[in-house]
């Protein structure tokens, strides 16, 4: 998946019982902090449904309880953005992760992780996206 499309998946598009995630659109982040919205997907083949794995779907189900329990802890405090409320990626105030954040957290731990002296390539979220099978 595409970073916006990860950023913009809703719990609507997560399918536990059929195992499966549907791609149906993208975060779009407006400039001069117009806010942010999901929209379609980049291209008419980026609406897909992808398999879910074992490990991705425990994660995801241990996310949605972490959620479910900040939102309930939050209470008045948790403001997600507007059309946005349905994000598997928030922050702890219900708030949808950034992109840009996302970016920045993934150079911090390869710096983490050549610090700790291991040889690590730079990464950036289209490094775990799944070439056309």
Same mark, same amino acid.
């Given at each position: ?38 929209? +379609? ?6 609406s897909r ?20 329990? +900040? ?19 928030t922050y ?40 056309k099978v």
């Amino acid at each position: 998946m595409r970073c916006g499309e990860r950023l913009g998946l809703e719990w609507s598009d997560i399918d536990f019982k059929n195992k499966t995630i549907k791609v149906s659109g993208t975060l779009v982040y407006v400039r001069g902090g117009k806010g942010r919205f999901k929209d +379609t997907p980049k291209t008419g083949s980026s609406s897909r449904e992808i398999p879910m794995i074992d490990h991705v779907e425990a994660v995801l189900k241990s996310r949605r309880r972490q959620q479910m329990e +900040t939102k309930l802890l939050m209470g008045k405090r948790w403001v997600p953005d507007t059309g946005l409320e349905n994000t598997v990626f928030t922050y702890e105030t219900g708030t949808t992760f950034r992109d840009t954040a996302v970016r920045v957290d993934m150079k911090k731990i390869v710096s983490q992780i050549r610090a700790a002296g291991v040889e690590f390539e730079d990464i950036t979220p289209h490094t775990f996206r799944n070439p056309k099978v």
